[in-house]
């Protein structure tokens, strides 16, 4: 009797070590991404685009996780507290660096709390109002809400996330007043003037490519410093109506502080297998992306510059702390 559950609880242990094993070897295996808006974000279409690529150079299974809110603060601070181990990653832009801006508690600091692990490019932003608006130009938007201050929104993927800062910075630059309307992602705030409940956005390029033959939108402008290859038929802002104006975002993957330098280095080759991927290339084409492939250390530079652009920016938009 005594002999059987002995050897019950040996065959026990030993299942438990298995499974425990095979558990910890397929936790191994698995890296998330977290993107830290709503499907349909420019962060979410470029995790789904490069997932496949990279979890093949990684040898991993890489899972897209949406996990939006606060204008990405929510997911964010999911990845700043993960586990250091490389399993846990955040597809950020700029718009990673403005919530130390515009928000009083934020629980991390965006250029500490977590740390570079992969470059993936550079994107543009689109200014876009409705397809039945008689406005037809930046200098029109301009003009009909500086008649009517205070009666038009503009919709942004949400509060601290760099569509809402470039569309306050534009506000500001020109002296508008408008309404801030925070979505959950880019594509929620196109929709929102795609069906007029809105006045104007501004859009990445990796969303607003996918309306540039849609009657339900007009496309005004780009946000950069030069016309976009992938739009020249549209004006810059500077050129149009706000000289001086100039909005860009880069991508790309960040990890907890404290994560090793290998495995880091480790998520930046494999990074750059993937970018060099013909297939990747033309995918992030298409959306809008200008694909580039910078080290860690160069990531690390882009962000110090980005975070002193970003300051100024808050500053002339006139943006204020919120809790």
């Keep these: 009797m005594f002999a059987r559950f002995s050897l019950l609880r040996s065959l026990i242990a030993v299942f438990a070590t298995v499974f425990g094993v095979v558990a910890a070897q397929a936790q191994d295996n698995v890296t998330r991404l977290i993107v830290p808006f709503a499907a349909g974000a420019a962060q979410d279409l470029m995790a789904r685009s490069i997932s496949n690529e990279l979890g093949a150079a990684l040898g991993q299974t890489v899972i897209v996780e949406n996990k939006a809110g606060a204008g990405g603060v929510i997911g964010t601070t999911l990845v700043a507290r993960a586990a250091p181990d490389g399993h846990t990653l955040d597809m950020a832009a700029a718009g990673h660096l403005i919530a130390k801006y515009v928000y009083k ?54 509060t601290g996330s760099i569509t809402h800062l470039s569309m306050a910075y534009f506000a500001g630059l020109a002296g508008l ?29 990796i969303v607003a490519l996918g309306f540039k033959d849609d009657k339900r939108v007009k496309l005004l402008a780009v946000t950069g410093a030069e016309r976009s290859k992938f739009l020249p ?13 100039a909005v860009s975002s880069w991508f790309g993957m960040l990890a907890p502080a404290g994560t090793p330098k290998p495995v880091l280095d480790k998520i930046q080759a494999a990074t750059t297998k993937a970018l060099q991927q013909p297939t990747v290339v033309e995918r992030l084409a298409k959306q809008g992306v200008e694909v580039s492939i910078l080290t860690n250390e160069q990531f690390a530079e882009v962000l110090k510059q980005s975070d002193a652009q970003v300051a100024e920016m808050v500053k002339k938009a006139g943006v204020q702390l919120a809790d």
């Design 105 to 158: 508690n934020l629980p991390y600091d965006p250029l500490t709390a977590l740390v570079p692990a992969g470059y993936t490019g550079l994107v543009g932003y689109v200014l876009m109002v409705p397809g039945d608006s008689p406005i037809n130009s930046v200098a029109d938007l301009i003009k009909v809400v500086k008649e009517n201050p205070g009666k038009y929104n503009y919709s942004s993927a949400g």
């Design 177 to 205: 007043q408008m309404e801030h309307i925070p979505m959950k992602s880019t594509g929620e705030a196109v929709m929102e003037v795609v069906t007029g409940r809105s006045l104007a956005t501004i859009s990445a390029n």
């Design 233 to 245: 038929n549209l004006p810059t802002i500077s050129e149009a109506a706000l000289p001086g104006y």
